[in-house]
């Protein structure tokens, strides 16, 4: 991860580093420290650093403080040709907040100082996309996943080298209509094209922006090569333990029936050497042993192990149990 300098005028047009007064400075030039120019950035005074001018639309309302904007407009995610906002579309008003605009060109030194620069929802440093109507998934460079793309509705994007989302008393992500709302009719609300939501829409948890598949080689003459899919459902934590409970029971029964089967054998034997016939009695003695020490006693131990993996895994008071106690899903 590069670090970049917390001040540097390596990015400055020429004609202006020999104008430009930075705190650095003023300690090398020995000049008076006594009092804090308006200008040379410590404790919240105005930074100097590149100027970048965003080319604003014609209807394109810009609050503007240094490389840190607000515009409101319509959708608009690059050019004046791109967007719902080129094409004249009604309903396409969009609140645009962004910082650092081309932050991330020329290998994040930015773009040359005075430039005039348009939207870039990949160089720009931080971003939140507010619209009525806009094709968000296209915007961001987003796959489909199994959602799709979301095409010409209103949605909210949010973008920048790390994102955090605290909750103090919770966090939901919820998705699909709500019935609580009065004069939306008996299926709820709409979406704001005045359509109706899908009744559970999913959400879709995508690392690394991919939604395809890999396949796995597989060895000949042992195992069969495979393909799994990258984005799968997560698995829901009590199903998934009942259906692991389930297992095990089955493993109980297998257990059981082998620890029966070992006995009978056992008595069968008991009765079979005491026969006059003499590779019968030599025989016996030596299988029971072996049933016991071999086949017995490794029931018993499986069955323990068994037992304290129900005790770990399945249990709420298991150090490795399966299901969140404080994540939910559905």
Excluded at 5 to 17: M, Q, V
Excluded at 65 to 77: C, L, V, W
Excluded at 272 to 291: C, D, K, S, Y
Aim: charged share 20%.
């Amino acid at each position: 991860m590069s670090k970049k300098p917390l001040w540097t005028d390596e990015h400055f047009a020429e004609f202006k580093k020999e104008h430009i007064s930075s705190l650095q400075q003023r300690l090398q030039n020995n000049q008076s420290l006594n009092f804090m120019p308006s200008n040379a950035g410590p404790l919240h005074t105005e930074v100097q650093e590149p100027i970048v001018n965003f080319h604003a639309a014609p209807s394109q309302l810009e609050i503007n403080s240094q490389n840190a904007s607000i515009i409101f407009g319509s959708d608009r995610p690059g050019g004046l040709a791109s967007g719902y906002g080129a094409a004249g579309a009604q309903g396409s008003n969009t609140i645009d907040i962004v910082v650092g605009r081309m932050a991330g060109a020329n290998k994040g030194a930015g773009p040359p100082d005075g430039a005039v620069v348009e939207p870039s929802f990949g160089a720009d440093a931080a971003r939140i996309y507010i619209s009525q109507r806009t094709d968000i998934d296209k915007n961001f460079g987003l796959i489909e996943g199994r959602i799709g793309s979301i095409k010409g509705h209103s949605a909210i994007g949010i973008k920048a080298d790390g994102v955090r989302i605290i909750g103090r008393e919770g966090v939901k992500i919820v998705t699909g209509r709500s019935y609580a709302f009065g004069g939306m009719g008996s299926t709820g609300e709409t979406n704001a094209m005045g359509g109706t939501p899908e009744v559970c829409p999913p959400i879709e948890l995508i690392a690394g922006n991919s939604d395809g598949e890999e396949n796995i080689p597989g060895i000949p003459f042992i195992m069969a090569g495979e393909t799994i899919k990258h984005l799968q459902g997560v698995a829901r934590g009590e199903n998934t333990r009942d259906a692991i409970k389930e297992l095990a029971d089955l493993v109980e029964e297998v257990i059981g029936a082998l620890f029966n089967f070992v006995l009978i054998q056992a008595t069968f034997n008991s009765v079979l050497g005491i026969t006059p016939i003499p590779w019968h009695a030599n025989a016996a003695p030596t299988a029971n042993t072996q049933l016991v020490s071999k086949v017995q006693a490794a029931l018993w131990h499986t069955r323990i192990n068994k037992v304290m993996w129900d005790l770990n895994h399945m249990q709420p008071q298991g150090y490795k149990y399966i299901c969140s106690k404080n994540v939910y899903s559905t």
